[in-house]
């Protein structure tokens, strides 16, 4: 027997292999964009805290990624019979296929969703929840753009797998590839020589449609993006236009009532008693640094301050106002409105990756509808400048040192214009030589009168921009004092003197 190569070629130029092209494509793609939507749906539902949501999800895709494809397909195919109401559905192949694809690759959309959506970094979490955008906002500007992005080649990967497993539908008597092949060398008994042509049109669908994809996939990839930075003369031009927004300035006099009150906050970790009846009152345009060694809960403490961490007992009171309680005295609406006046700068950044630095700036001040676009731009070039970055304002963080990502996260802070910051170790994961370009922007926010509370293992930094440095050791406050006081050694006390030797000054 001769392999007949003629007929192979003349394979291509039959129209009926070029419409079941056309149906392949459109099943595939139906599939794949239907399956990534409702695998997006499972995959969150999984994702949820609700068992009610959870349980089902996880039952679905246990059971459709078990489930072979083929007997769904002639399952749902024959559901008709049982149900007839299904018919105008069910009953035409190319729904049938569709549905049946939809319902399998859902299961396996969720999956590679939940992969992507948890490697997005808690701390973009974070962030969008110090900026005070809501869950949703969160999800919508911040998490699913990254998740996407982390999961498109899984997603492309899958989109092959759909291709080939559309072949199948041929058992529902679609008129795909397979089943015209199969049409073909029923009647002609040239199996393999029909087979390759299929088999050739099936690699072409898919050498397409890989590039196609693979194209958006380098689009969307900023980490390949080159770096731009404005020239002198550009950044020249953009400083003639730019004027400080009033918002910017603080406006609350210092003085009564106290910018900030800790009452009894308390808080444990399951046995591990983290904060200890903490009481503290700072008054607008103070400087608070909060030091102390590791694990004695200065962190937890800020993390209170913006509802990163709940409290067990205690409250926080902001400007007179009742701000943060423990979750059942928590009034959702004063905790919200007093969100926007607290800004926090986290010790890793948290800036968002897939923003550029302007659009970092920009983001929480376009959620909160504060001003127009252009004004947005504005302000956060104006910031930026002030943060000495103008130049940088077009470039992804990843293009940015460490310490002009914090200077970065600095000014996205001030682009909602809050009354207190809280600092977490804002210089903890720097090089020694970029610890310098960011206290100085502390420092000029201090002189500038903005309340700040400030988490620092500086020591020289503390002594020199505090008005009142805090020493918590095991959960507690042990000392709460000038740094005049510290220095005076008047005071010599067990606490003093220890606070002194922490501090290296003994
Ligand atoms: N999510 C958590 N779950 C359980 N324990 C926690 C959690 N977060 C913090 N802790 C514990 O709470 C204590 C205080 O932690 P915290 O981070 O507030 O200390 P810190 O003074 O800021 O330390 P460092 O200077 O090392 O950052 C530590 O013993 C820590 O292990």
């Given at each position: ?6 007929y ?23 599939a794949?964009?239907l399956?990534?939507m ?66 399998t690759?859902?299961?396996?959309m969720?999956?590679?969703?939940r ?36 999961s ?11 291709i ?21 060398y ?51 031009h ?23 009150q ?6 444990a ?6 904060l ?10 103070d ?28 409250e ?15 009034n ?67 293009q ?41 922007v ?16 500086e ?48």
């Open positions: 027997m001769e392999f007949d190569w003629q192979v070629f003349s394979l291509f130029t039959l129209k009926m292999f070029w419409q079941a092209c056309v149906t392949v494509i459109a099943i595939s793609s139906l794949w964009v399956g990534l409702f695998g997006f749906v499972v995959a969150s539902a999984k994702m949820s805290s609700y068992r009610w949501l959870s349980l089902p999800a996880s039952l679905y895709i246990w059971f459709f990624r078990s489930v072979p494809l083929l007997v769904l397909l002639v399952f749902t195919y024959n559901l008709p019979q049982l149900f007839p109401v299904t018919r105008p559905v069910l009953g035409v192949p190319f729904l049938a296929g569709l549905v049946s694809l939809v319902l690759e859902a299961a396996y969720a999956e590679i969703h992969g992507g959506l948890l490697s997005v970094a808690k701390g973009q979490r974070e962030a969008g929840h110090a900026l005070n955008i809501g869950f949703l906002g969160v999800q919508r500007l911040i998490v699913i753009p990254q998740a996407f992005r982390i498109m080649p899984t997603m492309t990967n899958e989109f092959v797998t759909i080939k497993l559309s072949s199948l539908v041929s058992a529902i008597s679609l008129p795909e590839l397979l089943q015209v092949g199969q049409r073909l029923s009647e002609n008994f040239m199996v393999l020589e029909t087979l390759l042509g299929v088999a050739i049109y099936y690699v072409l669908i898919v050498t397409l449609f890989s590039t196609i994809l693979q194209f958006l996939e380098k689009r969307l990839d900023i980490f390949s993006r080159k770096p731009q930075t404005l020239t002198e003369a550009e950044c020249d953009l400083k003639t236009q730019l004027a400080a927004t009033p918002k910017t300035e603080t406006t609350v006099q210092k003085g009564i009532p106290p910018a900030l800790l009452q009894g906050l308390t808080k970790y399951g046995s591990h008693q983290v200890k009846d903490i009481n503290m009152n700072i008054n607008m345009g400087v608070v640094s909060i030091i102390g060694p590791s694990g004695s809960g200065k962190t937890t403490l800020i993390r209170t301050l913006n509802t990163l961490e709940t409290l067990d007992d205690g926080v009171v902001l400007f007179g106002e009742s701000f943060v309680a423990k979750p059942s005295q928590l959702a609406a004063q905790c919200k409105a007093g969100m926007l006046r607290i800004g926090m700068v986290f010790q890793n950044f948290n800036l968002f990756a897939h923003k550029t630095v302007l659009q970092n700036l920009m983001l929480a001040p376009s959620y909160h509808k504060l001003y127009s676009e252009q004004d947005n731009q504005q302000q956060a070039l104006y910031l930026l400048d002030r943060v000495g970055l103008l130049a940088h304002a077009h470039k992804y963080p990843h940015l040192s460490g310490g002009q990502q914090q200077r970065v996260a600095i000014a996205r802070t001030l682009a909602l214009a809050p009354d207190i910051i809280l600092f977490d170790e804002p210089t903890s994961a720097l090089d020694p030589e970029m610890v310098g370009e960011v206290l100085k502390i420092q000029d926010l201090a002189k500038d009168g903005m309340t700040l509370i400030i988490v620092t293992h020591m020289d930094f503390a002594l020199s921009v505090s008005d009142r440095i805090v020493m918590m050791e095991d959960g507690a406050i042990k000392v709460s004092a000038s740094p005049q006081a510290i220095l005076d050694l008047d005071n010599d006390s067990y606490h003093y003197a220890r606070l002194r030797a922490f501090m290296g000054l003994a």
